[in-house]
Nanobody
């Protein structure tokens, strides 16, 4: 019903930057919320940042002041600008959306690897 395609992951050095993008596509849907989670091996998936359809944002404490989430409603795309990257940011980052189709549901992207070297 809703497909999320992520891009922008890769390798960065400590103190560097990356920008993640996630585009939503499908038929007859409207987005309520979009955001990002991340997960390292053996750990639970944790919230990074979210943004609502009217632009309200929320950030996890470890990324406040370094990461910025934004969206382009016309393109159904959410972005995560990651600055001052640290090795602790290394994880698989997953885009998600809460969207309305025939019902209200949560959809996930495939994940994109972010690796930060010291």
């Amino acid at each position: 019903q809703v497909q999320l395609v992520e891009s922008g992951g890769g390798l960065a050095q400590a103190g560097g930057s990356l920008r993640l993008s996630c585009a939503a596509s499908g038929s007859r849907f409207s987005i309520v919320t979009m955001g990002w989670y991340r997960q390292t091996s053996g750990n639970e998936r944790e919230l990074v940042a979210t943004i609502t359809s009217d632009g309200n944002t929320n950030y996890a404490d470890p990324v406040k002041g370094r990461f910025t989430i934004s969206r382009d409603n016309a393109k159904n795309t959410v972005y995560l600008q990651m600055n001052s990257l640290q090795p602790e940011d290394t994880a698989v980052y997953y885009c998600y959306t809460i969207a309305l189709t025939n019902y209200r549901g949560r959809y996930w992207g495939q994940g994109t690897q972010v690796t930060v070297s010291s």
